[in-house]
């Protein structure tokens, strides 16, 4: 409940952060490319938003207006969503990695990250497959020591009992969320 | 109080992922219909099988939200580590700890408000956590050192040592930020693929200190009783 609140508060604050930038995204064939593909692809201008309930209007009854239940994972996943931007990006990025290469040249960054393979799982393009795997089976020992093996590294009568079970709460909240 | 500590890794994933879903598929038929409560159930249950794809989709691509989260949520972890080396070091003495659990989570308030509103520092937020690290590690040494009386008597002493030691060796690829090789394994990758096998060794120093400390508390009633 706690984890899950805290989740959802940073996620907020998540929402007004800026873009990094890196060489690979500041070149100029990467900025013509994208430009170019967003312009031969009608890419929307503005991304869309949920529709807020608060900011109605006067003399409107909310309470008749039928609306969507807001469902958090829904939103989460149409976030994760590759969009008409991302897929230019993306297809720009194979394009100036693959002339990097040819060329003998080291490979550059785009926004703060390598250049990864996209690998499709159910129908979604996964970026960073073993980074994800990774995260999820590291978060497996510390959800087997908290929900089974409590009571031996924080047994009772011992001072730490309750912050070591805190420790592991956090530790499972940080790769498997809302546990 | 006499436990094992190497004795507990045992099939218990196994037996507890078969029990779930036996219960999930076979419940409806086994169980008479005014007391299988069903469709409770379902709503109930909908939340847990969410959770698993979180981690998953958070490394799975690269917006905004998904590298905020798991960037603030491994600070948290980081902090409250050092937290806890401290509350160790001091044997849980409130005077002093709430004190700095008040500025550690003060401190942890700036961070993501100056990442959210400010800039999100893909280096600030690394000095961050590898001061953190280095604070943690030189917490340890002291414990060890000049920890609580009988440190001779600790045999496992250094084991949180070992684990801090192999712990850094795996940053270093966190430091050294290498390519990705076949576009799949890059520095990050292999540091996450690296820490999975340290977390058993961390929880086993804290088993057997938790071993040592609760014999100890045990004969201290002991010796009041025989007084």
């Known amino acids: 409940m706690l984890v899950s609140s805290a989740l959802l508060v940073l996620c907020a604050c998540a929402l007004v952060i800026g873009v990094s930038s890196s060489p690979g995204d500041r070149s100029k064939y990467f900025r013509s490319c994208t430009a170019e593909c967003f312009t031969s692809n009608n890419c929307p201008k503005r991304i869309p938003r949920y529709r807020s309930l608060l900011f109605t209007g006067d003399g409107i009854d909310i309470t008749r207006i039928p609306y969507e239940v807001p469902n958090f ?62 995260s999820l089976l590291n978060g497996v ?30 530790c499972v909240n940080r790769y498997e969320l809302l546990l | 109080m006499n436990y094992c500590c190497e004795c ?23 169980i008479p219909a005014p007391y299988n ?8 249950q909908s ?37 806890v080396a401290l509350f160790r070091l001091f044997r849980g003495r409130f005077f002093i700890l709430f004190p700095t659990g008040g500025f550690f989570l003060l401190f942890y308030g700036h961070y993501i408000w100056s990442m959210t509103n400010v800039l999100f520092d893909y280096g600030y937020h690394m000095k961050i956590n590898l001061t953190a690290g280095i604070v943690h590690l030189l917490v340890w040494v002291l414990w060890i050192f000049w920890g609580d009386g009988h440190e001779k008597q600790r ?17 270093l690829c966190e430091v050294f930020d290498f390519p990705p090789y076949f576009g799949l394994l890059d520095a990050h990758a292999t540091w996450h693929g690296l820490t999975i096998f340290l977390v058993p ?6 088993c057997e200190d938790a071993k040592y400390e609760v014999t100890l508390n045990v004969n201290k009633e002991s010796r009041k009783k025989i007084d």
């Open chain 1, 73 to 134: 994972l829904k939103f989460f996943v149409d976030q994760m969503k590759w969009d008409c931007h991302s897929e230019c990006r993306h297809s720009c990025m194979v394009d100036y990695s693959k002339w990097l290469e040819d060329n003998n040249r080291p490979v550059t960054k785009f926004f703060g990250k390598w250049p990864f393979r996209r690998i499709s799982l159910w129908g979604y393009g996964i970026q960073e497959l073993l980074s994800s795997l990774f």
């Open chain 1, 141 to 170: 020992p510390h959800f087997l020591y908290l929900v089974f093996w409590r009571d031996y590294y924080a047994p009772k009568g011992y001072f730490m009992r309750p912050w070591l079970v805190f420790y592991s709460v956090v």
């Open chain 2, 8 to 30: 507990i890794h045992g099939p218990v994933l196994a037996f507890s992922i078969r029990s779930t879903a036996q219960h999930t598929t076979y419940s409806f038929f086994t």
């Open chain 2, 37 to 44: 409560h069903y469709h409770n159930r379902t709503i109930a």
């Open chain 2, 47 to 83: 939340q847990p099988h969410h959770s698993w794809i979180w981690s998953t989709i958070f490394h799975a691509r690269d917006v905004k939200i998904s590298e905020a989260c798991d960037y603030f949520f491994a600070t948290s972890q980081v902090l409250y580590s050092v937290w």
């Open chain 2, 155 to 171: 045999r496992y002493r250094w084991k949180c040592l070992q684990f801090l030691g192999l712990l850094m060796l795996a940053a």
């Open chain 2, 201 to 206: 060794l961390w929880y086993y120093f804290w």
